[in-house]
């Protein structure tokens, strides 16, 4: 009976798991749709508020006064200021990249500057990209920023809802992952360089509206992007490939009809995951860290509609097996970064955002 | 009584404008994939004409129905206050109608979220389903009435 009860005691820890490994603290809170974080050298934060206001979160207080001489931001639907990213020289050189919706509500599109930040203000302020055609939907702006090897840089567009036919033709931005310098030009290797139906920042086409980039430890581009009604999916980025929508596809339209009947192509990539029923992946981080041992190497996909983040155990390129964590908070997750100090941090995506950390219980 | 006799014009007309609806969308959608350089056989087409005749009954049956009631009966309404050919009103509302609610969806939603209603042509279409399904209620409350 003794070692019933003890097998029961066992299974009861196994099957709770990672729920008694970590404990989950608030940072701060008071904030307004935080979208993305940033660690600076010193541990201070900053974190971009989709209504269009850039935080500091010092000594692990939140500054009151937001960060001085942010670009016109366009606040609409789902537009907004996304995402930050520090150059990996932050500390001598102060630059960071932003990018946001750009724009009025008949004529918006996704901007990247750079910018110093200087004095708790952005200085030296250049556009370095904005998408184009402009459109007239609030929804679907991409935004995501990730730096590569070669410093070049990667922003997500989003295909701006309406316009999704054209996430399949070469000439615009819609439904692209681009591939520029720092200083907005073009890298000469791109794979569309030098085609006369094609612009020159074109990586990657045939995406939907991509919230989740980053480029892991072994080089690989991974990104997520929502699909409608299903079909949320996980990339193996490979410049100058089609990743297929609208023409494949596993999810449905909103209305209940196909966007396609069609999941898989020729001459288009498959994703390496996709969830059906949607997630709404927003947000993204491969955990380096040594804070969280079995956590290594895994990705960590922020999930909207789920409420929760999607741990990847990742192998040879695919996914082995998927976690559904930090349910418990019931909240939308809009962003999961790793912090300098091997912790996870959560970006809330409510009117009451807060920044949360997942550490080791002791 | 008439108002009862009138019910199963109604949902004929309901059936009518929603079938046209659903299957020019599947077809507007098919023509989209085509062009991105897929092959679609027949085989899928059938199948995917009749995924979206069933797919689509939660949120546009239910549009079309509420739309073209509240079109029929503002078209019942001018009919009686103005006069002129019952037909005409009925034909004006049930063309009109449809197209109108597409754009209230796109106005408040910011998005199309179904695709027929993304361009012009699709809205004339769309049009055209609500007038089929206008020239259906005529129709069968007329010979109700004779």
């Known amino acids: 009976m003794k070692t019933l009860g003890r097998i029961c005691l066992f299974l009861f820890f196994?099957?709770?798991?990672?729920?008694?490994?970590?404990?989950?603290?608030?940072?701060?809170?008071?904030?307004?749709y935080p979208w993305a974080i940033a660690f600076l050298p010193d541990g201070d934060m900053l974190v971009t508020e989709r209504p269009g206001r850039l935080r500091l979160i010092s000594g692990?207080?939140?500054?009151?006064?937001?960060?001085?001489?942010?670009?016109?931001?366009?606040v609409g639907g789902q537009g907004g200021l996304f995402d930050i990213l520090l150059d990996p020289g932050f500390a001598s050189n102060q630059r960071l990249f932003l990018s946001f919706a750009s724009g009025t509500s008949d004529a918006n599109a996704t901007r990247v500057i750079s910018?110093?930040?200087e004095d708790h203000m952005l200085v030296d302020i250049s556009t370095i990209f904005t998408a184009s055609p402009a459109k007239d939907t609030p929804h679907h702006f991409g935004g995501r920023l990730a730096l590569l090897p070669d410093q070049t840089l990667l922003v997500t567009v989003g295909e701006g809802f309406n316009f999704r036919k054209k996430a399949q033709s070469l000439d615009n931005h819609f439904g692209k992952l681009i591939r520029i310098n720092?200083?907005?030009?073009?890298?000469?290797?791109?794979?569309?360089?030098?085609?006369?139906?094609?612009?020159?920042?074109?990586?990657?086409?045939?995406?939907?509206?991509?919230?989740?980039?980053?480029?892991?430890?072994?080089?690989?581009?991974?990104?997520?992007?929502?699909?409608?009604?299903?079909?949320?999916?996980?990339?193996?980025?490979?410049p100058g490939k089609n990743y297929g929508w609208p023409a494949i596809t596993h999810g449905m339209d909103y209305s209940g009809a196909?966007?396609?009947?069609?999941?898989?192509?020729?001459?288009?990539?498959?994703?390496?995951?996709?969830?059906?029923?949607?997630?709404?992946?927003?947000?993204f981080c491969e955990y380096k860290g040594d804070t969280f041992p079995d956590w290594k190497g895994n990705l960590f996909v922020a999930a909207l509609a789920e409420k929760s983040v999607r741990r990847l155990v990742m192998g040879n390129g695919v996914v082995l097996s998927q976690e559904t964590m930090f349910t418990e908070l019931n909240q939308r997750i809009r962003e999961v970064r790793e912090g300098p100090d091997g912790h996870l941090y959560l970006l809330t995506d409510s009117d009451e955002g807060q920044v949360l950390r997942v550490s080791p219980p002791n | 009584?008439?108002?009862?006799?009138?019910?199963?014009?109604?949902?004929?007309?309901?059936?009518?404008a929603y079938l046209l609806l659903s299957v020019m969308g599947t077809q507007f959608?098919?023509?989209?994939?085509?062009?991105?350089?897929?092959?679609?056989?027949?085989?899928?087409?059938?199948?995917?004409?009749?995924?979206?005749?069933?797919?689509?009954?939660?949120?546009?049956?239910?549009?079309?129905?509420?739309?073209?009631?509240?079109?029929?009966?503002?078209?019942?309404?001018c009919n009686q206050i103005i006069g002129g050919h019952r037909r005409y009103w009925f034909r004006v509302a049930g063309f009109t109608s449809l197209p109108i609610t597409m754009m209230l969806v796109k106005f408040t939603m910011g998005v199309t979220p179904f695709a027929l209603a993304g361009t012009g042509f699709g809205l004339l279409l769309i049009a055209l389903s609500g007038l089929a399904g206008a020239w259906v209620y005529v129709r069968l409350t007329q010979v109700q009435e004779n």
């Open chain 2, 1 to 16: 009584m008439k108002f009862t006799k009138s019910i199963p014009a109604f949902i004929a007309a309901v059936v009518v």
């Open chain 2, 29 to 77: 959608v098919l023509a989209d994939v085509k062009s991105y350089g897929l092959t679609v056989s027949l085989a899928d087409r059938l199948a995917a004409t009749l995924h979206d005749i069933y797919g689509l009954v939660p949120a546009m049956l239910i549009l079309v129905s509420v739309t073209l009631f509240i079109a029929f009966v503002i078209a019942s309404i």
């Open chain 1, 182 to 238: 720092k200083d907005g030009t073009v890298p000469g290797d791109n794979p569309f360089v030098g085609r006369d139906d094609a612009l020159p920042e074109i990586w990657t086409y045939g995406h939907r509206n991509q919230q989740g980039l980053l480029v892991s430890a072994d080089g690989t581009v991974w990104l997520h992007e929502h699909g409608p009604r299903g079909g949320d999916e996980l990339n193996d980025i490979k």
């Open chain 1, 258 to 283: 196909y966007v396609s009947p069609y999941t898989e192509a020729a001459g288009m990539e498959q994703p390496v995951t996709y969830w059906v029923p949607s997630i709404a992946p927003s947000g």
């Open chain 1, 14 to 32: 196994v099957s709770t798991g990672y729920a008694a490994e970590y404990k989950i603290e608030t940072v701060v809170d008071g904030l307004s």
């Open chain 1, 115 to 117: 910018a110093r930040l």
């Open chain 1, 60 to 74: 692990g207080k939140l500054r009151v006064q937001p960060i001085g001489n942010l670009p016109d931001v366009f």
